[in-house]
C-alpha cells in the first residue's frame, strides 16, 4: 500500500463508537456491588482494594475542585493538600484515582444513593458511583483499539477488535471495579498506538513483496526513513505521561517503544525518544504535586516502594506461592487460559499470517493464499511487543506475581488488535475465493460478516455464563472454571463473589444485628469497609468480625453465619474442603464454589 493520511475517516469511527457504547450500557447495568442501586443488575462484589481508590480519587479530585484561581500552585496550599500531616496516600500516580473521583462526584449528584454514611475521615464516598469511572474507561478504550485496528486493517477489522475486548471476560470484569487497571489501560493502549500509528503513518508500506505478490496488510517498514517530527514526539510524550500518572506500569512503555524505535532507525532513534521520555517525565512531575515537596526523595520513595511491600500470595498449579516464588510460566500461562480459545486463535492469524495472491505460472490464474510467518509490519511488531513484554518482566525471578492476570492486564487491549487483523486476514481470504467463484456463499460484505459474527458468539460465552464473577473465568484449555479448579488455579478475586444476592442472604439469614464471620481478611479496614457500602449490611446491623473474634463468640454460646470468598492463595487449608452444614449457601459458577454462606453453631460441652 502507499502512505496513509493519518485522518481517521467516518467509517473507522461508527463501528467501534457503536460497540463502545453498548459495552459502556453493558458494564454501568451490571456494576451494582451492594444495594446502593438496586434497580440495577448485580456487579462483583465490593473487592479489598476499592475503599482505597475511591477515597483517594474521592479526596483529590476535591482538591483540584475546591482550588480557586489555581492556589493549588501556592506552596503551602500543595503542603496542606498533599503533605505527610494530611489525609493523603502517595502509594500510586493521582490521575486515574482523580478520573474515579471525577466520575463519583458526577454520578452521586445525578443518581444520589440513599442512606450512605460517611468513613471515619467525614469523607462519604460510594463504590458504585465510582465504578462509572472505570466503565468510561473501559468504553474509551474498546473505542481507540476499534478505530485504530479500523485504520490501518479496515472497518471490519476494527469491529472485531473492539468486539473481541468486550468478549475478554477478564477484561469485562475489570471494567465494573472502581480500581486503577481498567485506566491504565486505557493510559497505555493510547500510548502504544499513537506511536503505532504517528511514529510511521509517512512508512511505506507492505512487507517488500515480490513482483508476484500483493499484500493486503497495512504494515510499515521504517528502514530508510526519516524518524518522527518534534510534534509528534511531543505529543506521544504527553500521553506517556498520563500513563506515568496513572500506575507503575507506565514503565514498562519505553523499553518497549526504545528498542523497537532502535531497531528501525539505529542512532536516528536517540533524538525522538529523548523528546519522548523528557516530556512525559515532565509531564508526570507537573501532574502529580506530591513530588514537588521533596522531588528526590519521593521520586526514589515511589519507585523502591515496588521492592519494600508486604508479601502477597499466590495460588498455582496447587500450591501457595510466595509472590516473588511464583513460576516463571505463571504469567505466559495466566494469558493463554484466561482469553477465549476462538480470539487467540484470531490473535495467532493476525501475528503469523498473511493473506496473499499469487500469480501461477503460465496463464493460470491468481491464487489467493495463506501466508504463514512473523508479521514484518513496523506497527504490528510494535503492538506485539506491547503485548508480550509485560508477560516476559513479570516472568522474570524475584518479580512479584499475584492476583491472575491484574498485573499484566495491559497486555490485552493490545492482543485485541491483532485479533482484529487475524479477523481482516480471514475475511480477505474468503472475499478473494468468492471472487473467484470457489465460494460463492461468501460473495457479499454481509454472508462474511455473518461467518465472523457466528465465530465470534461461541466466544460470548464466558462474559454471559460467568456474571457477575468473570474473574473466576478460564477458557476450555485447562476446562472451564471447573478443570482450572481442578488443576490448581485461583478459583476467585478479592472478594467479587460476595455480590448482592450474597449479602441480601446473610441479612434475611441472620435477622436484625446478626454476627458475620468473613474470611480472609487481609486488611485491617475490609470488615469496617465492606458493611460501609453495603445498605443491605447495614440496614440488617449485620455485625462484621474477624474468625478469630468469632471463635470467641461461639465460645459465649453464640450462634455466629460464616461467609468465606474461596481465594485459596488466603483462606486457611482447612476450610477449603468442608463438612456440610445443615444451614448454607453459596455462589457457584461450573460446579466450584467461589462463596459459601453457612450457620456455625456452638459445639455441645461434654
Known amino acids: 500500500m502507499t502512505d496513509q493520511p493519518a485522518k481517521f475517516d467516518r467509517p473507522h469511527v461508527i463501528g467501534p463508537f457503536v460497540v463502545a457504547l453498548l459495552a459502556l450500557l453493558s458494564v454501568v447495568l451490571t456494576l451494582d456491588a451492594a444495594g446502593d442501586y438496586p434497580k440495577l443488575f448485580e456487579g462483583p462484589g465490593v473487592t479489598l482494594d476499592e475503599s482505597f481508590n475511591v477515597q483517594m480519587g474521592v479526596y483529590q479530585w476535591r482538591v483540584l475542585r475546591d482550588a480557586p484561581n489555581m492556589i493549588l500552585l501556592l506552596p503551602e496550599s500543595v503542603n496542606d493538600a498533599f503533605g505527610p500531616k494530611s489525609n493523603y496516600n502517595p502509594d500510586h500516580p493521582p490521575l486515574g484515582r482523580v478520573w474515579l473521583g471525577f466520575w463519583h462526584d458526577l454520578v452521586e449528584w445525578l443518581f444520589p444513593p440513599s442512606d450512605h454514611p460517611a468513613n471515619e475521615h467525614g469523607i462519604r464516598f460510594v463504590t458504585d458511583c465510582a465504578r462509572v469511572g472505570s466503565a468510561t474507561a473501559f468504553a474509551l478504550t474498546v473505542f481507540l483499539i476499534g478505530v485504530f485496528t479500523a485504520k490501518w486493517y479496515g472497518r471490519a477489522a476494527g469491529i472485531v477488535a473492539s468486539v473481541s475486548l468486550v468478549l475478554m471476560p477478564r477484561v469485562f470484569a475489570h471494567a465494573h471495579l472502581a480500581s486503577l487497571e481498567t485506566f491504565m489501560n486505557l493510559t497505555y493502549s493510547a500510548t502504544i498506538l499513537s506511536v503505532a500509528h504517528w511514529w510511521t503513518v509517512a512508512a511505506s508500506g507492505g512487507c517488500q513483496p515480490s513482483e508476484k505478490t500483493q499484500t493486503t496488510d497495512q504494515s510499515q517498514k521504517l528502514g530508510g526513513l526519516t524518524s518522527p517530527a518534534r510534534l509528534v514526539c511531543c505529543g506521544t510524550g504527553i500521553l506517556f505521561g498520563l500513563a506515568l500518572l496513572t500506575k507503575m506500569q507506565a514503565i514498562l512503555i519505553p523499553p518497549v517503544v526504545g528498542l523497537w524505535a532502535m531497531w528501525h532507525w539505529r542512532v536516528r ?8 521520555g523528557s516530556v512525559g517525565l515532565a509531564v508526570f512531575f507537573v501532574g502529580w504535586p506530591w513530588l ?14 515496588t521492592t519494600n511491600r508486604a508479601v502477597l500470595n499466590c495460588y498455582y498449579l496447587g500450591q501457595v506461592w510466595a509472590d516473588k516464588d511464583v ?17 487467540n486463535l484470531l490473535g495467532l492469524l493476525g501475528v503469523s499470517a498473511q493473506y496473499t495472491r499469487i500469480a501461477s505460472e503460465g496463464e493460470r490464474a491468481i491464487v489467493p493464499r495463506l501466508r504463514f510467518g512473523f508479521v514484518c509490519g513496523a506497527r504490528e511488531q510494535l503492538v506485539l511487543a506491547a503485548t508480550l513484554f509485560p508477560l516476559v518482566l513479570f516472568a522474570l525471578p524475584g518479580v512479584a506475581v499475584y492476583d491472575g492476570e491484574r498485573l499484566f492486564l ?14 481482516e486476514v480471514i475475511l480477505s481470504h474468503l472475499r478473494a475465493k468468492a471472487e473467484l467463484g470457489w465460494w460463492p456463499i461468501v ?16 466466544q460470548a460465552v464466558g462474559v454471559i455464563a460467568m456474571h457477575p464473577c468473570q474473574l473466576s473465568y478460564y477458557n476450555l484449555l485447562v476446562g472451564g472454571l471447573s478443570g482450572a479448579d481442578r488443576r490448581g488455579f485461583e478459583r476467585t478475586y478479592w472478594g467479587d463473589s460476595l455480590t448482592r444476592s450474597e449479602l441480601t442472604e446473610i441479612a434475611e439469614w441472620g435477622g436484625l444485628g446478626a454476627t458475620l464471620v468473613v474470611e480472609p481478611v487481609l486488611h485491617q479496614f475490609q470488615l469496617g469497609e465492606l458493611t460501609l457500602q453495603s445498605p443491605i449490611l447495614r440496614r440488617a446491623q449485620v455485625r462484621a468480625l474477624t474468625a478469630d473474634e468469632g471463635k470467641t463468640i461461639t465460645r459465649k454460646g453464640q450462634t455466629v453465619f460464616r461467609v468465606a470468598f474461596y481465594r485459596k492463595a488466603d483462606l486457611p487449608r482447612e476450610d477449603w474442603d468442608f463438612a456440610r452444614s445443615e444451614r448454607e449457601s453459596g455462589l457457584s459458577r461450573s460446579g466450584v464454589l467461589l462463596s459459601r454462606l453457612w450457620a456455625e453453631s456452638p459445639k455441645p460441652r461434654r
Open 292 to 305: 514537588w515537596l521533596d522531588p528526590a526523595k519521593n521520586f526514589y520513595e515511589y519507585f523502591a516502594r
Open 269 to 276: 532513534a536517540f533524538k525522538p525518544l529523548a523528546i519522548f
Open 410 to 423: 495491559i497486555s490485552y487491549p493490545m492482543w485485541a488488535v491483532l485479533v482484529g487483523r487475524g479477523a
Open 443 to 458: 460473495a457479499s460484505g454481509r454472508a462474511r460478516g455473518v461467518v465472523m459474527t457466528l465465530w465470534l458468539l461461541p
Open 327 to 343: 513460576p516463571w510460566h505463571y504469567p505466559f500461562v495466566m494469558f493463554a487460559v484466561t482469553v477465549p480459545i476462538g480470539l
